[in-house]
């Protein structure tokens, strides 16, 4: 259930979520009202979704959103006794003062934080044999060479998914989103975005077409039926149907003809030639 939080200005101005793509910086203000009263939430993504954008579709999905804002330590992401994905928001406390709190539940149950793990001696570096270390032995010209034992035992530092149980990669992912050149409206007022490749492929099969322009009078067409508006997943169909009926009107546009209009009496002799 949805709870009143408090958004204070310098959350628009923190370099690490302002460094992330726009969905995900809206989604870690969304989180603050899905959050418990301790600022604790099941982390599933699908869950999350259905409170914090149901109608919606953000260009970056909700999954990739959460590990960003786990690399960057906005949250932390955990696993219950339960077998659950958990995540807690760590500055919770510090600028939320929730009236008649709520105990948490899930603060309650036995969470192992992947940060925790990440600091667990037994996914550190391999012990060194006795004598001198690495550094010491690449310091006198020698190359570490590992023993049967190193090689056989699995990587200390495995990139993977925070959210599939694994370290959290030392940088945020770059997560590369390609900015639309135009937006549709659709039926539940959410916006469609239109990119270039897909305007580039549509004017390839639509030759005859300005298809940048066809565009635009769908969006106001779209603005002035918002009744008749589609789908996100009809919405490249609706496109297609109406460059495809654009390019069938360009192709059968009969060219002028040089002969008298027919506000013009023609010359008998012209006309018929000499009987």
Not at 3 to 15: L, Q, S
């Amino acid at each position: 259930m949805a709870r009143i939080r408090t958004v204070k200005p310098d959350f628009w101005k923190h370099e690490g979520l302002s460094s992330l793509p726009e969905a995900t910086h809206m989604l870690a203000a969304a989180l603050l009202n899905y959050a418990d009263d301790e600022g604790y939430f099941n982390a599933h993504p699908g869950l999350v979704k259905a409170e914090c954008c149901p109608l919606r579709e953000p260009s970056v999905s909700v999954h990739d959103s959460i590990s960003a804002l786990a690399c960057i330590g906005y949250l932390r992401l955990g696993t219950g006794n339960d077998g659950r994905r958990y995540a807690h928001i760590v500055s919770f406390d510090e600028h939320q003062r929730v009236n008649r709190a709520t105990p948490s539940k899930i603060k309650d149950l036995a969470i192992l934080w992947d940060d925790a793990v990440s600091a667990h001696p037994q996914l550190s570096e391999p012990s060194l044999p006795e004598g001198k270390g690495r550094e010491e032995e690449k310091e006198q010209g020698r190359e570490y060479a590992p023993s049967s034992a190193d090689a056989a035992s699995p990587p200390s530092h495995v990139e993977l998914d925070p959210l599939e149980f694994s370290l959290a990669p030392e940088e945020p992912p770059r997560l590369e989103v390609t900015p639309p050149v135009i937006t549709l409206p659709t039926n539940t007022g959410a916006d469609y975005g239109i990119t270039a490749e897909l305007v580039a492929d549509w004017q390839r099969t639509y030759p005859a077409v300005d298809v940048m322009a066809a565009l635009q009078r769908m969006r106001a067409w779209c603005n002035a039926n918002p009744k008749l508006r589609k789908t996100s997943s009809g919405m490249q169909r609706f496109v297609n149907n109406w460059l495809s009926r654009e390019q069938d009107r360009a192709g059968v546009r009969a060219p002028p003809r040089a002969g008298p209009s027919r506000l013009q009496t023609p010359d008998p002799g012209t006309e018929y030639g000499d009987l």
